[in-house]
């Protein structure tokens, strides 16, 4: 009988044993079918092993080990996401989210939830935050220990490092600062983004909220101290943010008609910004040291000026035109496909006929 064409014969593989593994089966085969019955693993006894570690509970999560009572954490200032880049000053028009959840978790401090902030229940004493502070730092550093630092610390491959990005100077990144500060003298942080049009309110945030002290500064790469009489063991409780909370809503920065315009002329003031040549173009998390002050020197010979923010983000522009706004300061009057669109104001009208008069 002839063979099918399409059929063909199959070769039957054998799986080899692992090494070993030979030797623990026929041992297994020659056991009394009652033994084998008895060490059925649903039934067998669990091998005895190492006790399970204790669950070590994140910073701050309850005193003295007890979970049902919340922290009373003794910092003297209201805990908020981020320390320079949010003011106290502007309120919000809305909440994206309830106010009643907080970031730090249900019942993990003894401090209310606002919505923006958890402000403290007494009111600090700034005379006793003062005198604690100067005396962690003891007695000024002489040139020597500073140059000392600064050469351990400053360059780009220490370990020691914080990253400060468009968040500012957040509240958990208080307890990385004294984290580092267990081991280490000094900590570097390199800022980048939003944050580095004001290095002076970032230097400001990160003494006063820390204790600690700048000690060096080049363009955006600070070196914060801890001092002298520093003791790891006497950390301050700082109960950790478990996510970030949802920014409130706050009035429009950009109005439809500029205040001292007419809905013509800002109109007008809008296309010649559009059409203008760009005065700077700015990187996604860049350093912008300079722009305010370049910003500054065009107004004096231009009224409105365009800057290029193309690849930076929709947010981030609308975080420029603020920190512009407050610091120039300057009316923003668009933000269009990633360009920011800035005005003078009436000011230098106002200044010239005040001072011919």
């Not at 070590?56 to 919340?70: C, F, M, T």
């Not at 604690?132 to 490092?161: F, I, K, M, T, W």
């Not at 409130?248 to 205040?259: D, G, W």
């Not at 990187?283 to 002050?293: D, I, K, M, Q, S």
Request: net charge positive.
């Amino acid at each position: 009988m002839a063979r099918l064409p399409f059929l063909r014969r199959v070769a039957l593989k054998t799986l080899p044993l692992r090494p070993g593994s030979s030797r623990a089966l026929l041992l297994l085969l020659r056991r009394p079918l009652s033994d084998v019955a008895d060490d059925d693993p649903p039934f067998c006894p669990k091998p005895p092993g190492r006790a399970p570690r204790p669950r070590k509970e994140p910073a701050g999560s309850s005193p003295a080990g007890d979970p049902d009572r919340p922290v009373g954490p003794d910092l003297p200032f209201d805990f908020r996401y981020s320390y320079s880049e949010t003011s106290a000053a502007v309120e919000p028009i809305g909440f994206r989210e309830p106010r009643r959840f907080s970031p730090f978790g249900p019942g993990r401090i003894d401090r209310t939830w606002t919505g923006t902030s958890a402000p403290t229940r007494v009111a600090p004493d700034p005379e006793k935050a003062t005198g604690e502070r100067e005396r962690a730092l003891g007695a000024p550093l002489s040139e020597e220990e500073v140059a000392e630092l600064v050469e351990r610390y400053r360059h780009s491959d220490c370990n020691r490092q914080i990253n400060l990005g468009k968040g500012g100077v957040t509240h958990n990144m208080l307890d990385d600062i004294h984290n580092h500060w267990k081991r280490a003298e000094t900590v570097r942080i390199k800022c980048l983004g939003v944050p580095t049009h004001d290095m002076d309110n970032v230097c400001f945030h990160l003494e006063d909220k820390s204790g600690g002290k700048i000690i060096y500064r080049n363009i955006n790469i600070l070196l914060l101290y801890r001092g002298r009489h520093y003791d790891p063991k006497q950390k301050p409780v700082i109960p950790l943010m478990l996510w970030k909370p949802y920014a409130p809503i706050y009035p429009k920065l950009v109005k439809n008609v500029a205040e001292g315009l007419t809905f013509e002329e800002t109109k007008e003031m809008r296309n010649r910004g559009l059409t203008s040549p760009p005065l700077m173009k700015l990187t996604r998390n860049g350093v912008y040291v300079n722009v305010v002050e370049k910003v500054r020197e065009a107004f004096k010979t231009e009224e409105v000026v365009r800057l290029d923010c193309k690849y930076v983000g929709t947010s981030d522009c609308k975080l420029i035109g603020m920190k512009l706004r407050d610091l120039v300061p300057c009316v923003p009057i668009l933000f269009k496909d990633e360009q920011i669109i800035l005005w003078r104001g009436k000011r230098d009208t106002e200044s010239t006929s005040t001072s011919h008069a």
